[in-house]
């Protein structure tokens, strides 16, 4: 996913042409609209992600705390954006070729003097706000995955705070490792769209805070039982599957970065195919896998298998066949049947299936790359999982450690009882209706 990979020409289709059937290049400046379109609407795609989560999180969280996921959701995509601005661009994409950091404090701005000049120069192949704003909606992905995990007893302010560390710093070093020409992409490393970039990030920040902050109350008994919290509304949740779904295809398809070209149209019609299918994948096989553990179909596990399989396919949606990408989002399915228990084995306490659909879906994702993608090995995609891992699990795990010893980052048991939107917010999420 490097910049520098823009392609600037292409071929286009005959039947678009009136000379007939034979193939033409494009001009340079046809290619620079094409990408710049390309990365702005996939850009609002992924935009829209941030209402999927919203929707998703707040149907998964007891109505109690609906208005404050909500706020958290709306919040987190603002700092992002802004932190994004100030040091997050400069800083992902600003590493020297086979570096670890770029420059901090260096606040972004669109350069694009080059097509305002006397003679117009496109060579840059796309508008540099289009990129910026692309890269920016990846950077807010990253925190949304972090709220829902820690929902429920987690203080709103100090969630923010620790959004903008993780915005503003935390996941720009790590995608320039690889995005900005860092050193994970002078071995090698191959991560199209962000399995582990993107998504094991969250992921890993997510875990760290969720040791850190504890289960909810009454979550699990002494006996290690496990007490199911049922969320609010399912059906929003199931609405928020299907905006990810949606929005899913911007994540994926814009991550070609080009659209200049008929060959790059015919790359992101296949990455969409393969997209849509890892997700389909994904949610049969955790329905069965789910029916045969549990007897039932748990809805849940059917939505975070939706999520798993996109997560699983986003390291390398481009090389699959169509069967390769059923399976690699099948697999990505049972895993969140099979992490799920696994977590409330250790007390962890993930109240929408977060670490599981991004974090174990993301390793999974990244380490198999490698079966449909000749230019990527086994052995450097693991040290991709691994360095991203110990760093972000080191760094997120000293900030909520920080943030718990200054300002504490756990409401009170009386106020988880009576829940976030009272004690936090002062408002409910839905006056007219008893809360559960």
């Given at each position: 996913m490097l910049k520098n990979l823009i392609k600037f020409t292409g071929l286009v289709g005959g039947a678009t042409l009136l000379a007939g059937p034979a193939m033409a290049e494009v001009s340079s400046e046809t290619a620079y609209?094409?990408?710049?379109?390309?990365?702005?609407?996939?850009?609002?795609?992924?935009?829209?992600?941030?209402?999927?989560?919203?929707?998703?999180?707040?149907?998964?969280?007891?109505?109690?705390?609906?208005?404050?996921?909500?706020?958290?959701?709306?919040?987190?995509?603002?700092?992002?954006?802004?932190?994004?601005?100030?040091?997050?661009?400069n800083l992902m994409y600003g590493v020297e070729e086979g570096g670890y950091v770029g420059a901090f404090f260096d606040i972004w701005s669109a350069d694009d003097s080059a097509i305002a000049a006397e003679e117009a120069d496109f060579s840059g192949g796309y508008a540099s706000g289009s990129d910026w704003y692309f890269q920016m909606v990846f950077c807010a992905t990253?925190?949304?995955?972090?709220?829902?995990?820690?929902?429920?007893?987690?203080?709103?302010?100090?969630?923010?705070?620790?959004?903008?560390?993780?915005?503003?710093f935390i996941y720009p070093i790590v995608g320039g490792w690889e995005w900005g020409t860092g050193w994970l992409d002078a071995m090698g490393?191959?991560?199209?769209?962000?399995?582990?970039?993107?998504?094991?990030?969250?992921?890993?920040?997510?875990?760290?805070?969720?040791?850190?902050?504890?289960?909810?109350?009454?979550?699990?008994?002494p006996d290690g039982s496990v007490n199911p919290m049922?969320?609010?509304?399912m059906p929003l949740a199931t609405l928020g599957a299907f905006i990810?779904?949606?929005?899913?295809?911007?994540?994926?398809?814009?991550?070609?970065?080009?659209?200049?070209?008929?060959?790059?149209?015919?790359?992101?019609?296949?990455?969409?195919?393969?997209?849509?299918?890892?997700?389909?994948?994904?949610?049969?096989?955790?329905?069965?896998?789910?029916?045969?553990?549990?007897?039932?179909?748990?809805?849940?596990?059917?939505?975070?298998?939706?999520?798993?399989?996109?997560?699983?396919?986003?390291?390398?949606?481009l090389t699959p066949s169509i069967g390769a990408a059923v399976f690699i989002g099948?697999?990505?399915?049972?895993?969140?049947?099979?992490?799920?228990?696994?977590?409330?084995?250790?007390?962890?306490?993930?109240?929408?299936?977060?670490?599981?659909?991004?974090?174990?879906?993301?390793?999974?994702?990244?380490?198999?790359?490698?079966?449909?993608?000749?230019?990527?090995?086994?052995?450097?995609?693991?040290?991709?999982v691994v360095s991203v891992g110990i760093f972000t699990l080191i760094a997120s795990g000293i900030l909520w450690s920080i943030l718990n010893a200054t300002i504490g980052i756990r409401i009170s048991e009386e106020e988880e009882m009576a829940g976030l939107d009272k004690s936090e917010l002062g408002m409910e999420a839905y006056p007219d209706f008893s809360r559960s």
């Open positions: 609209v094409f990408n710049t379109f390309l990365f702005l609407v996939c850009g609002f795609l992924v935009m829209f992600m941030a209402a999927g989560f919203a929707m998703l999180e707040s149907g998964m969280v007891r109505s109690k705390n609906a208005a404050t996921i909500c706020l958290k959701n709306i919040s987190l995509f603002s700092i992002a954006g802004l932190m994004y601005w100030l040091v997050g661009y990253t925190a949304s995955i972090v709220s829902g995990t820690v929902a429920e007893r987690m203080k709103l302010w100090p969630f923010l705070i620790f959004t903008l560390f993780l915005t503003g490393f191959s991560d199209f769209a962000g399995s582990t970039l993107v998504h094991s990030t969250g992921g890993w920040a997510a875990l760290a805070g969720a040791v850190i902050l504890g289960a909810r109350t009454g979550k699990y008994g049922p969320g609010s509304s990810l779904w949606l929005g899913w295809f911007g994540f994926n398809g814009g991550s070609q970065l080009a659209l200049g070209s008929g060959a790059d149209a015919a790359a992101i019609s296949n990455i969409f195919i393969n997209t849509n299918m890892a997700a389909a994948s994904g949610v049969v096989a955790a329905m069965l896998v789910s029916t045969a553990l549990y007897g039932k179909v748990d809805l849940t596990m059917a939505l975070n298998g939706a999520i798993g399989g996109l997560v699983s396919i986003t390291a390398e949606p099948a697999v990505g399915g049972v895993l969140v049947v099979i992490a799920v228990p696994l977590l409330d084995k250790f007390k962890i306490d993930d109240v929408v299936g977060a670490i599981p659909a991004h974090l174990v879906c993301g390793i999974w994702g990244t380490l198999i790359v490698p079966l449909t993608n000749s230019d990527a090995t086994y052995g450097v995609q693991a040290i991709g």
